[in-house]
């Protein structure tokens, strides 16, 4: 069996290519459907987030490998391959489970230590699995990854002291407001971290927001994605008194939040506190605002002096996670390669009896006038030959069974004497 996985993520491609290889319900049954119509390919696991897409696949071959992956998810997103060349990444074997165990460990995410991936692995796989499209090896490395991701959040801190602008954001925010369902959210222009920030507020419980931009168009679009409300940016001053907090991020020259319109707001709040996150350069929100009692701002520099502190907290216990991550990327190898060892052994020993009854008949055709004690003692020649021939092969394989890497060892094997060939079971 050979494991492998293609992806595409942040770091390997921009957000315009990764929108366009996103997978949906239909694209991860589409291409489950055109891998195993590869008849190698016997379990195939597809997954998209907002940050990556990527496939595990199992086959009888070593050779089914990155052409035929990338080719199988450019006709999927129906993008030209050349496209995701230079793009993607490739990991086999043991590097497949470490690349594995480091997403669901969240150690490969935008946000180191974000919580959403391992739900969102866990629902890849449980699709998959009722797609029939996972096996013995797929079953066994999802199951392990999700427990491996619940290990390092127990074990590690690292889901601790966010190191995002957005995500620190609404750790301040939570801080004021210790609750926030029920808040009401302002969001002023509608950028990529203004709508970054408003996910996480939703996440936590958010559900009134609000929307202002200069191009109502804008506004509206990103209202509709949290089922709230486009507002005129030229009377946003009007809805400051029910407003809990504020994300602005716009690219104004001026001012976009004045003091006096803060202060007007706070006396018809009763002083009822007001959030600000002003992330736009230059600033978008009046520093005076911070005069105003029970208002709060945090500005870009903030955010990033806060972001700095915590990736230095964040990076110590992923080092612990590293270390985790090893340790079960072994087990798992081991597990593997034990898995591997028997059929293995079995087939080369069935190859080694198949050349041997072939030979016989061969000779033994041709000379018949041998004694029945002749034939006996060739016959038990051509079973020694074989036996001492293959009786290193097996011992080695059998160690390999124990042995860091020993995998390799087992497909190398497999390959030199063309072995794969043999049936995989079915969990």
Same mark, same amino acid.
């Given at each position: 069996?050979?494991?492998?996985?293609?992806?595409?993520?942040?770091?390997?491609?921009?957000?315009?290519?990764?929108?366009?290889?996103?997978?949906?319900?239909?694209?991860?049954?589409?291409?489950?459907?055109?891998?195993?119509?590869?008849?190698?390919?016997?379990?195939?696991?597809?997954?998209?987030?907002?940050?990556?897409?990527?496939?595990? /696949?199992? !086959?009888?071959?070593?050779?089914?490998?990155?052409?035929?992956?990338?080719?199988?998810?450019?006709?999927?997103?129906?993008?030209?391959r050349?496209?995701?060349? *230079?793009?993607?990444?490739?990991?086999?074997?043991?590097?497949? /489970?470490?690349?594995?165990?480091?997403?669901?460990? !969240?150690?490969?995410s935008?946000?180191?230590?974000e +919580?959403? #991936?391992? *739900?969102?692995?866990?629902?890849?796989?449980?699709?998959?699995?009722?797609?029939?499209?996972?096996?013995?090896?797929?079953?066994?490395?999802?199951?392990?990854?999700?427990?491996?991701?619940?290990?390092?959040?127990?074990?590690?801190?690292?889901?601790?002291?966010?190191?995002?602008?957005?995500?620190?954001?609404?750790?301040?925010?939570?801080?004021?407001?210790?609750?926030?369902?029920?808040?009401?959210?302002?969001?002023?222009?509608?950028?990529?971290?203004?709508?970054?920030?408003?996910?996480?507020?939703?996440?936590?419980?958010?559900?009134?927001?609000?929307?202002?931009?200069?191009? #109502?168009?804008?506004?509206?679009?990103?209202?509709?994605?949290?089922?709230?409300?486009?507002? $005129?940016?030229?009377?946003?001053?009007?809805?400051?008194?029910?407003?809990?907090?504020?994300?602005?991020?716009?690219?104004?020259?001026?001012?976009?939040?004045?003091?006096?319109?803060?202060?007007?707001?706070?006396?018809?709040?009763?002083?009822?506190?007001?959030?600000?996150?002003?992330? +736009?350069?230059?600033?978008?929100?009046?520093?005076?605002?911070?005069?105003?009692?029970?208002?709060?701002?945090?500005?870009?520099?903030?955010?990033?002096? /806060?972001?700095?502190?915590? +990736?230095?907290?964040?990076?110590?216990?992923?080092?612990k996670?590293e270390?985790i991550?090893?340790?079960?990327?072994?087990?798992?190898?081991?597990?593997?390669s034990?898995?591997?060892?028997v $059929?293995?052994?079995?087939?080369?020993?069935?190859?080694?009896?198949?050349?041997k009854?072939?030979?016989?008949?061969?000779?033994?055709?041709?000379?018949? !006038?041998?004694?029945?004690?002749?034939?006996?003692?060739?016959?038990?020649?051509? +079973?020694?030959?074989?036996?001492?021939?293959?009786?290193?092969?097996?011992?080695?394989?059998?160690?390999?069974?124990?042995?860091? *890497? *020993?995998?390799?060892?087992?497909?190398?094997?497999?390959?030199?004497?063309?072995l794969?060939?043999?049936?995989?079971?079915?969990?």
């Open positions: 069996m050979h494991l492998a996985v293609l992806g595409i993520n942040h770091k390997t491609a921009p957000v315009e290519l990764r929108e366009q290889v996103s997978l949906n319900d239909a694209s991860c049954v589409s291409l489950t459907g055109t891998l195993l119509d590869d008849e190698s390919i016997t379990e195939v696991v597809p997954f998209s987030t907002c940050n990556r897409t990527e496939v595990y /696949v199992v !086959s009888s071959r070593p050779e089914v490998g990155r052409r035929e992956l990338l080719e199988a998810l450019a006709r999927t997103a129906a993008v030209e050349r496209e995701l060349e *230079g793009c993607t990444y490739f990991h086999e074997g043991e590097q497949a /489970v470490s690349h594995l165990y480091r997403v669901a460990a !969240s150690l490969d935008m946000v180191v230590g +919580a959403q #991936i391992l *739900g969102q692995i866990k629902q890849a796989y449980e699709d998959s699995h009722e797609r029939e499209s996972t096996s013995i090896l797929l079953n066994r490395l999802f199951r392990h990854a999700l427990e491996v991701g619940k290990r390092v959040r127990t074990e590690t801190k690292i889901g601790e002291n966010p190191v995002s602008v957005s995500s620190i954001a609404v750790e301040l925010a939570k801080k004021v407001f210790e609750d926030l369902r029920g808040r009401t959210v302002l969001l002023i222009g509608a950028g990529e971290m203004t709508e970054l920030t408003a996910t996480y507020l939703v996440d936590e419980g958010i559900e009134n927001i609000f929307v202002a931009n200069r191009t #109502i168009e804008r506004a509206r679009e990103m209202a509709e994605k949290f089922d709230g409300r486009a507002v $005129p940016f030229e009377g946003l001053a009007d809805y400051l008194p029910i407003t809990d907090i504020l994300i602005s991020s716009t690219g104004a020259p001026h001012y976009v939040v004045r003091k006096g319109q803060v202060e007007r707001a706070m006396r018809m709040r009763r002083n009822r506190p007001i959030f600000f996150i002003d992330i +736009a350069v230059p600033r978008d929100i009046d520093p005076g605002v911070n005069d105003v009692n029970n208002a709060f701002i945090y500005d870009i520099d903030d955010l990033n002096e /806060v972001a700095a502190v915590n +990736a230095g907290a964040r990076e110590k216990e992923a080092r996670a270390s991550i090893s340790q079960e990327v072994d087990n798992f190898i081991h597990w593997m034990s898995l591997e060892v $059929p293995t052994i079995t087939a080369l020993r069935e190859m080694g009896e198949e050349i009854r072939a030979e016989l008949q061969r000779v033994l055709g041709k000379l018949d !006038s041998l004694s029945e004690g002749d034939r006996n003692r060739i016959e038990a020649m051509a +079973a020694g030959i074989v036996n001492k021939l293959l009786h290193s092969p097996t011992v080695e394989l059998k160690h390999a069974a124990n042995e860091r *890497g *020993g995998y390799l060892y087992i497909e190398s094997m497999r390959r030199l004497f063309k794969n060939g043999t049936s995989e079971g079915r969990d």
